[in-house]
């Protein structure tokens, strides 16, 4: 039997070839560490002066005089991540069930496209499209409404541009675990004498709650890290908010707003990394348990 | 309220959330066309800002598209050579050890959740490190984090739909790995990797909040890797911030030519995706 065997130089590429992807891989997985080794090398720096309580509740923001307490911008940024999925989750959710239950095939090949285009356009656009029509709209119809005046920067306005902005990402999530839930199981209650409505009541949206759960947590911390269209319109005001019409100051937005300025003041960056720490850590904890939840609905 | 009724109540409502749905990116994008158009001209997609720019004068937003275009593609570049071996690696490679490549998959879809922003402080964290300003390469280096994660699971999500037996076949044959890897594996998912570079160019175009702190704003067109360069969302957001009309009529006309940027690739990628059915 003759063998075919491998010219040098071809196993030579193989090797190489396996290298470089095993170095890219590595050095990937490799990052996200380097990234919290580096995030909290640099805000040691504040902690190792202030304590970590005093920082995480305190309201008392005032960089200049060294005195750095988050809670406004913590307030701030739970006011509208909370608030943006109150918004979008409904939508979301009924959207997803029409689309998998009841919606014929057109519909369906109109709303891909569209769920693709909305998740595509740039959070910058998000932040104008708020300026040009969100502001206003509180200021002018929202606000008189409930008796007040205001100028429309604010946490309504962040929240609501933030809701859409996160439609794409959960409504595409939702499709998929909805699809996911089996056949059978629906096929099983219609034949018991149940309704298509109490099928999807008790049966698809039953079964398929994990996956619910999870890509709402999911699309909460991409909320919560969002920073340039909510940074347009929620105002900037390092307040502890009381009321959604009122402006708030996000995390996110306080890195960038200030990233300019940071060098100058002593401890300002290191307070601006420790605000990129909690930021990491927070989305870090959703993705996980969110993702996890998934993994396990996935395996029973 | 019984079932019947329950049942039309909730219809009605899901409807009307689908229809919000489109209604909103309708609006969203007629609403910028619309703001945005009617200040659009020639001169000011091919000069660069001339000197009271900011104060609405004359000059354009050239330096922005192009440092776009420039960071973007550079990004784009790094993050496929490092996404598209690593995609390989866990279908071709290491395709008999599901555990593992399951917890590099889980691994990365958090990573594509890490907000930019802190990709953005990481950036600048290196660049203190490594005693350099803010650039281009800095700008790409960062994005290019970024996306990498993006890039590697939708490479990832079109190789898994290759039949295992073709693997197998071509082992058979004699061919090696990496032969499979990209002469037969690359060729079968060839539209989903076009889609995934597109859809990652998308989101390195879109994105502020990572170059906000490592690429700088210069209203230069940038000639070397070194040069900081300005950057079309960050040209949107800081002529917007003016208090002159101008200047702010001339925001969104950038966001127009954001807009159309980003729809285009959409339609692309929509266009290849489709070929494949």
């Not at chain 1, 943006?84 to 959710?93: D, E, Y």
């Not at chain 2, 776009?68 to 593609?73: A, N, P, R």
Request: hydrophobic content about 55%; overall charge positive; charged content about 10%.
């Amino acid at each position: 039997m003759k063998h075919i065997r491998l010219t040098r130089y071809r196993k030579w590429r193989n090797v190489f070839h396996q290298s470089w992807m095993m170095i890219a891989l590595l050095a990937m997985l490799f990052i996200p560490l380097v990234l919290v080794a580096g995030l909290i090398m640099k805000s040691m720096l504040l902690l190792e002066n202030h304590p970590l309580f005093e920082l995480l509740f305190s309201s008392d923001w005032s960089p200049l005089s060294s005195r750095f307490g988050f809670l406004p911008f913590i307030v701030s940024s739970l006011w509208i991540t909370i608030l943006s999925l109150l918004i979008s989750a409904p939508v979301c959710l009924l959207t997803a069930i029409h689309l998998t239950q009841y919606a014929k095939r057109w519909v369906l090949r109109i709303m891909h496209p569209v769920i693709d285009i909305l998740a595509g356009i740039p959070s910058v656009i998000f932040g104008v499209w708020g300026i040009l029509v969100i502001v206003p709209f509180i200021s002018h119809q929202l606000g008189p409404l409930f008796g007040k005046s205001v100028s429309g920067y604010s946490i309504l306005a962040g929240a609501f541009v933030l809701s859409i902005m996160i439609i794409p990402f959960m409504l595409n999530m939702l499709i998929d675990i909805i699809k996911a839930v089996p056949n059978e199981l629906q096929e099983a209650s219609l034949s018991l004498g149940a309704s298509k409505w109490q099928t999807i009541k008790f049966v698809v949206v039953r079964k398929a709650l994990p996956g619910i759960v999870s890509s709402f947590g999911l699309g909460m911390s991409r909320a919560f890290g969002e920073t340039i269209a909510v940074l347009m319109v929620v105002g900037n005001v390092t307040r502890i908010p009381t009321g959604v019409f009122q402006p708030g100051y996000p995390l996110p937005a306080l890195i960038a707003n200030n990233y300019g300025e940071m060098l100058s003041i002593p401890l300002y960056d290191s307070a601006l990394m420790l605000a990129a720490l909690i930021l990491f850590l927070v989305v870090l904890m959703f993705n996980v348990f969110s993702r996890f939840l998934i993994l396990k609905a996935e395996t029973h | 309220m019984n079932t019947k009724t329950e049942e039309k109540f909730f219809r009605v409502l899901m409807f009307l959330s689908t229809i919000f749905i489109v209604g909103v990116l309708l609006l969203i994008v007629v609403s910028v066309l619309y703001k945005g158009l009617p200040s659009l001209s020639f001169t000011m997609l091919t000069t660069i800002p001339k000197g009271g720019f900011y104060f609405g004068e004359e000059g354009g937003i050239l330096n922005a598209i192009i440092g776009s275009i420039y960071l973007s593609l550079g990004a784009t570049f790094l993050a496929f050579i490092i996404g598209w071996p690593i995609a390989l690696y866990m279908n071709v490679y290491l395709v008999k050890h599901h555990t593992l490549v399951n917890a590099i998959r889980f691994v990365f879809d958090v990573l594509w959740g890490v907000p930019s922003i802190v990709y953005g402080a990481f950036g600048f964290i290196l660049m203190v490190f490594l005693g350099v300003r803010a650039s281009l390469l800095a700008g790409i280096i960062t994005v290019s984090l970024f996306i990498v994660p993006i890039m590697v699971r939708a490479i990832d999500e079109s190789l898994k739909s290759v039949p295992r037996g073709l693997l197998e076949s071509a082992l058979s044959l004699g061919s090696t790995r990496s032969e499979i890897s990209y002469r037969i594996f690359s060729r079968e998912a060839f539209q989903g990797i076009i889609t995934a570079i597109l859809l990652s160019f998308g989101r390195a175009i879109g994105d502020a909040a990572s170059v906000l702190f490592t690429t700088g704003y210069t209203d230069r067109i940038p000639t070397s890797l070194m040069e900081p360069s300005a950057t079309l969302p960050l040209s949107i957001f800081f002529q917007l911030s003016s208090p002159i009309e101008a200047v702010q009529d001339r925001a969104y006309a950038s966001a127009t030519v954001l807009i159309s940027m980003v729809l285009i690739i959409s339609l692309l990628s929509r266009f290849i995706g489709n070929r494949r059915n």
